[in-house]
C-alpha cells in the first residue's frame, strides 16, 4: 500500500494545475493593470473624481445584470464548456 501525502500544496504538484494558476493570477493582475490605467488616465484628463465612481459603476453594472443568468447557466449546462466560452469572451 502506498502512502499518499495530503497537504495543503499537494495540488501544485500536477503540471496541468500549476499552468491554470499561472494564468489565473496573470490574468488578475492584467486586469487590475487596466483598472487602473483607465481610472488614471481619465482622471488626468478630467480631474473628476466622479468620473472614477462612474468607471466603477459602468464595469459593476454587467457584471450585476449578468449574475442571475450565469448562474443559471452554471447550473443546467457543461461547466467545463461554459468556462472556455466565459474566457474567450473575457479575451
Known amino acids: 500500500m502506498s502512502e499518499t501525502h495530503h497537504g495543503p500544496y ?3 504538484r500536477h ?3 500549476r499552468w491554470y494558476i499561472l494564468s489565473v493570477m496573470a ?3 492584467a486586469t487590475q ?3 487602473v490605467v483607465v481610472g488614471w488616465q481619465l482622471y488626468q484628463l478630467t480631474h473628476d473624481p ?3 465612481g462612474l ?3 459602468a464595469e459593476a453594472l454587467p457584471f450585476i445584470a449578468s449574475a442571475l443568468f450565469a448562474g443559471h447557466a ?3 449546462s ?3 464548456r461554459l468556462t472556455l466560452i466565459a474566457m474567450v469572451a473575457l479575451l
Open 10 to 12: 499537494a495540488a501544485l
Open 15 to 17: 503540471g496541468d494545475f
Open 27 to 29: 490574468m488578475t493582475v
Open 33 to 35: 493593470i487596466r483598472g
Open 50 to 52: 466622479l468620473v472614477l
Open 55 to 57: 468607471i466603477g459603476l
Open 74 to 76: 452554471a447550473d443546467t
Open 78 to 80: 457543461d461547466r467545463r
